[in-house]
């Protein structure tokens, strides 16, 4: 894993980081608070660039072989708690890197779509091209994708998007043992699968997690088809992967979701 060595100074956050929403349709407002300014003092990764040219980090916590991602803020600003989780996971390990279990590597992405956080509510879903990166991966893939009742972009092609490109590239190059991919609302685990069923591992890795947060673990995602999904391509690769949907917009649900994230830690203990 190709890591740098960056020492910097984090401060303190309490346990629970909500996100304070204003009226909107989709439960976060302009009067949003900031997320918590969240530094590193291990190791950290630049995975490449958003559209508008914003640095994509990746967070590294432990030195085993067997790598765990934590990816956070696929949907930016629609589920800022989604990277405000990963960045309590970032403090918490910053001060408790012992905790990381012998042989398992944490590697904690908190916010894969950097343009969209700069939004607010449905707008902030997508990146400055206005494609939904949960649409732009390479599992049945679509350019017309659908999110609810809505028609959205999943782009012109599979990993059009250079933040979805970003993750190809390190997952293909440090070939991850299992992925945990946070987004929300709905309080619910999900395994992955692309075109079949879901691997035994998958299920086993949201039943670890869902058990310990106390989630209920799904079957599978069955609301509405869903194309060129993340944790589906993740799947495709032979790398168990589950969607974690946090019960809202706004809590982070740091305690549970710190048990969830040491469960599947320590399945992968040597």
């Known amino acids: 894993m190709n890591q740098g060595d960056t020492v910097v100074?984090?401060?303190?956050?309490?346990?629970?980081?909500?996100?304070?929403?204003?009226?909107?349709?989709?439960?976060?407002?302009?009067?949003?608070?900031?997320?918590?300014?969240?530094?590193?003092?291990?190791?950290?990764?630049?995975?490449?660039?958003?559209?508008?040219?914003?640095?994509?980090?990746?967070?590294?916590?432990?030195?085993?072989?067997?790598?765990?991602?934590?990816?956070?803020?696929?949907?930016?600003?629609?589920?800022?708690?989604?990277?405000?989780?990963?960045?309590?996971?970032?403090?918490?390990?910053?001060d408790n890197e012992v905790d990381i279990p012998a042989g398992v590597t944490l590697t904690i992405i908190p916010t894969l779509n950097p343009d969209g956080l700069t939004k607010t509510g449905a707008a902030g879903r997508f990146n400055a091209n206005e494609v939904d990166l949960n649409r732009n991966f390479d599992c049945d893939w679509s350019a017309t994708a659908v999110w609810r009742d809505r028609e959205v972009s999943g782009g012109s092609a599979a990993f059009s998007e250079p933040e979805a490109a970003a993750l190809r590239d390190y997952v293909e190059t440090n070939d991850p043992q299992a992925a945990i991919v946070l987004f929300s609302a709905e309080g619910k685990v999900y395994p992955s699968a692309c075109d079949t069923t879901p691997s035994k591992a998958s299920i086993q890795l949201a039943a670890n997690y869902a058990t310990a947060a106390g989630y209920p673990a799904e079957a599978e995602f069955d609301a509405y088809a869903i194309t060129g999904d993340m944790v589906n391509w993740l799947a495709k690769q032979s790398i168990p992967a589950i969607s974690v949907l946090l019960s809202n917009h706004e809590n982070t649900e740091w305690t549970k979701n710190k048990a969830g994230i040491m469960a599947v830690l320590e399945s992968y203990e040597e």
């Open 9 to 94: 100074t984090v401060e303190p956050t309490t346990e629970e980081v909500p996100i304070t929403p204003t009226e909107s349709d989709d439960g976060i407002g302009d009067g949003a608070e900031p997320l918590p300014v969240v530094t590193e003092r291990g190791s950290e990764t630049v995975i490449g660039e958003s559209v508008n040219g914003t640095d994509i980090i990746a967070y590294h916590f432990g030195d085993g072989e067997r790598e765990v991602l934590l990816i956070g803020g696929t949907h930016g600003g629609y589920s800022p708690n989604t990277t405000a989780l990963a960045k309590e996971a970032i403090e918490f390990f910053n």
